[in-house]
């Protein structure tokens, strides 16, 4: 399985600080032992998860789909207008 990851999701994990970076590849770990981990979304954001977690005291969410075999990581960021910035970065792409 390959794991590939959006412009959006690449820009944020490098901001992101060395242990706020292993909470983030601990979940990904989650998500390839049990793609259904994630809350699947309806209407324009139909065949997309998301997962929520917490680093430090901020939750965030990632929002991933399976293409094929491989994962495809979308998006990733605080709860705060999540869905309406995930909604229109689909429809960009």
Do not use: W
């Amino acid at each position: 399985m390959k794991i590939l990851q959006s412009g959006s999701v690449k820009k944020k994990v490098r901001r992101f600080r060395k242990q706020e970076k292993k909470i983030l590849d601990t979940q990904i770990r989650k998500i390839v032992k049990d793609p259904a981990i994630g809350q699947e979304k309806k209407g324009d954001l139909r065949g997309v998860l998301v997962l929520k977690f917490k680093i430090h005291v901020t939750q965030y969410l990632l929002s991933y789909r399976f293409i094929g075999d491989n994962l495809d990581l979308i998006m990733i960021g605080p709860h705060e207008n999540y869905y309406r910035d995930l909604s229109s970065y689909l429809k960009k792409r």
